[in-house]
């Protein structure tokens, strides 16, 4: 059974940077790809950026890019690396999986296998 779990969250000050960490275990198919999403209080889970099981492509969110970029950093395990945080970053982030079809898909229902999230609070 194929899973994921996030961490790597906490409560920092604006400005500050985190890296955030999806781990994977069980058997999937190279070609998928591994999405990152967050939750904001009061609000629906929206897309921050997408890279490709292998980690030679991805895609941010444009009003994150120049601050948040996504990495694999081994062969389960994938990297969201958050610079400058702004108030507005907070919130419960997930990562989640989907087929090599959904490569570039910024909808949160084309992913699924989601963990448990890591909350991330910043302080303005």
């Known amino acids: 059974q194929f899973q994921l779990a996030e961490s790597g969250g906490g409560s920092v000050q604006a400005g500050d940077s985190l890296s955030l960490t999806c781990s994977t275990s069980?058997?999937?198919?190279?070609?998928?790809?591994m999405g990152w999403f967050r939750q904001p209080p009061g609000k629906e889970r929206e897309f921050v950026a997408g890279?490709?099981?292998?980690?030679?492509?991805a895609y941010v969110q444009d009003s994150l890019k120049g601050r948040f970029t996504v990495s694999k950093a081994a062969s389960n395990t994938f990297h969201l690396q958050m610079n400058s945080l702004k108030h507005e970053d907070r919130a419960v982030y997930y990562c989640?999986?989907?087929?090599?079809?959904?490569?570039?898909?910024?909808?949160?229902?084309?992913?699924?296998?989601w963990g448990q999230g890591t909350q991330v609070t910043v302080s303005s």
């Open positions: 989640g999986n989907t087929n090599s079809r959904n490569y570039g898909s910024r909808r949160a229902r084309d992913f699924g296998s």
């Open positions: 069980g058997r999937i198919l190279s070609s998928s790809v």
């Open positions: 890279i490709r099981w292998t980690g030679n492509s």
